[in-house]
């Protein structure tokens, strides 16, 4: 849980964020932009995002898997901005990782629905994968040999997770919410 990771209470366990796709995004720790302490960032302060690195109309922007610690100064490096054109779309709820082989082909996974209540879809390009979900301590908390198109429920508590996926040189991670 959120209290077991981090020692406290969140004061926000969800809710929405609306932007038109070049806004900057900040968060604040002990209050708001007056009162608080920033603690982590998309964007830049006072900045129109219009042709800037973090424009993302009409699609999103995603933390990349291993970037687990705020930053107050915004890192392109750290993020994944894909335009609605793109493969998936918008669809919220919906975790799309793209990567690529060592043959440069394109490889496609789906997570649906994300956040959920512990029940997930997947699809996966081609082949056997290995599906690990692991706890942010690390603990590995589910791990199944899969192929194509499947629904599990790794039975585990409401918290955020890792979930990693590996066939052969390939591996692609993201995290995962369940409610």
Do not use: C
């Not at 981090?6 to 004061?11: I, L, M, R, W």
């Not at 994944?80 to 440069?104: A, C, K, R, W």
């Amino acid at each position: 849980t959120f209290v077991n990771t981090f020692g406290f209470a969140a004061d926000k366990y969800s809710g929405i964020v609306t932007g038109n796709g070049d806004d900057a995004y900040f968060l604040y720790f002990g209050g708001n932009q007056t009162s608080g302490t920033l603690s982590d960032i998309y964007g830049v302060v006072d900045q129109d995002g219009t042709g800037m690195p973090w424009e993302y109309l009409d699609g999103r922007a995603v933390r990349n898997p291993g970037i687990f610690h705020p930053n107050t100064t915004w890192t392109a490096s750290e993020w994944t901005i894909t335009l609605g054109t793109e493969s998936g779309g918008t669809n919220p709820g919906v975790h799309i990782l793209v990567g690529e082989t060592e043959n440069g082909l394109a490889q496609t996974i789906s997570i649906y629905p994300n956040p959920s209540n512990g029940e997930f879809n997947v699809v996966v390009p081609e082949g056997t994968w290995i599906m690990s979900v692991y706890a942010v301590s690390g603990q590995l908390m589910y791990r199944e040999k899969i192929e194509g198109s499947t629904s599990f429920n790794a039975g585990i508590p409401s918290g955020l997770y890792l979930m990693k996926f590996e066939n052969g040189n390939s591996q692609y991670s993201t995290r995962i919410l369940v409610k």
